[in-house]
T-cell receptor, first 114, second 112 residues
Framework: ETGVTQTPRHLVMGMTNKKSLKCEQHLGHNAMYWYKQSAKKPLELMFVYNFKEQTENNSVPSRFSPECPNSSHLFLHLHTLQPEDSALYLC?????????????FGPGTRLTVL | GDSVTQMEGPVTLSEEAFLTINCTYTATGYPSLFWYVQYPGEGLQLLLKATKADDKGSNKGFEATYRKETTSFHLEKGSVQVSDSAVYFCAGLSGNTGKLIFGQGTTLQVKP
């Protein structure tokens, strides 16, 4: 248990569906992250939020839309996805304020797009 | 830009064998370095870290020493168990961007 939870753990959706992934951290951190982990590819950083402000958008397609209503919660809204978007989506959090900043990860949401 | 390179897997060992997974980094300055482990069907868990040269991180029998002269952070364990079978990721915290840069991951399979 890392203090970062993600729901749902598994999600199957069609290309025309709209769904949302949720992440919650109970560590009192100020920064939150979304990563994409695809088979046989390195982890890809998607978005970074620091004190609820988006500080990084790593050229992510607009069909992925993040939302950070407060420092403890992070959402990833999904719409009109493609089959190649099938992957494990990982959320992480950190203090966000030091050179030794350590990121703690949630268990991930396994997304399958049909 | 900053980068982290890990030895390619998979690595297959017998139980109680010695493990080394190599990791080297290329960066401006000396970033904090981390090893994460991902067990099947789970997210990444922090295994150990080191924040400056000559620091040694250790946890659950695993060790890694931050070697500035060789820009390396190799992961070692003296006697692996079947339960250590997982994917291991080396990562460095880029001083330029503040981003965590990951290696490609090394799959370890330990056979009884």
């Amino acid at each position: 248990e890392t203090g970062v939870t993600q729901t749902p753990r598994h999600l199957v959706m069609g290309m025309t569906n709209k769904k949302s992934l949720k992440c919650e951290q109970h560590l009192g951190h100020n920064a939150m992250y979304w990563y994409k982990q695809s088979a046989k590819k390195p982890l890809e950083l998607m978005f970074v939020y620091n004190f609820k402000e988006q500080t990084e958008n790593n050229s992510v397609p607009s069909r992925f839309s993040p939302e950070c209503p407060n420092s403890s919660h992070l959402f990833l809204h999904l719409h009109t996805l493609q089959p190649e978007d099938s992957a494990l989506y990982l959320c992480a959090s950190s203090q966000g304020n030091s050179e030794a900043d350590t990121q703690y990860f949630g268990p991930g949401t396994r997304l399958t797009v049909l | 830009g900053d980068s982290v390179t890990q030895m390619e897997g998979p690595v297959t060992l017998s139980e109680e064998a010695f493990l080394t997974i190599n990791c080297t980094y290329t960066a401006t300055g000396y970033p904090s370095l981390f090893w994460y482990v991902q067990y099947p069907g789970e997210g990444l868990q922090l295994l150990l870290k080191a924040t400056k040269a000559d620091d040694k991180g250790s946890n659950k029998g695993f060790e890694a020493t931050y070697r500035k002269e060789t820009t390396s952070f190799h992961l070692e364990k003296g006697s692996v168990q079947v339960s250590d079978s997982a994917v291991y990721f080396c990562a460095g915290l880029s001083g330029n961007t503040g981003k965590l840069i990951f290696g490609q991951g090394t799959t370890l399979q330990v056979k009884p």
